[in-house]
Nanobody, 116 residues
Framework: QVQLVESGGGLVQAGGSLRLSCAGSGNIFRIGDIGWYRQALGKKREVVANISRFGTTNYGASVKGRFTISRDNARNTAYLQLNSLKPEDTAVFYC??????????WGQGTQVTVSS
């Protein structure tokens, strides 16, 4: 069993920044890739960024170099730095961890709202 808890969301003006955290607990020893996803109201969930257990990163095209994913395995935590935020970034952001190569665990999400 793995538990993920996101934090760090909030309300920010366009151009502002936030840092999201995803803290893992439970049976985290075989966690592999960690991804950040977002889901805007009425839209499907989309991948924002992914990081492997070795630190290899990938980003969705929509973030245009504005976001940075990282992880601190010693703290069992992944991060997503959000810079130059735009109103269209408004969404619930979720983290996902792949456990033991066959099970996905999701956090409860944290709301990011960007005002114009």
């Amino acid at each position: 069993q793995v538990q993920l808890v996101e934090s760090g969301g909030g309300l920010v003006q366009a151009g502002g920044s936030l840092r999201l955290s995803c803290a893992g607990s439970g049976n985290i020893f075989r966690i592999g890739d960690i991804g950040w996803y977002r889901q805007a109201l009425g839209k499907k969930r989309e991948v924002v960024a992914n990081i492997s257990r070795f630190g290899t990163t990938n980003y969705g095209a929509s973030v245009k170099g504005r976001f940075t994913i990282s992880r601190d395995n010693a703290r069992n935590t992944a991060y997503l730095q959000l810079n130059s935020l735009k109103p269209e970034d408004t969404a619930v952001f979720y983290c996902k961890a792949v456990h033991d190569f066959n099970t996905n665990y999701w956090g409860q999400g944290t709301q990011v709202t960007v005002s114009s």
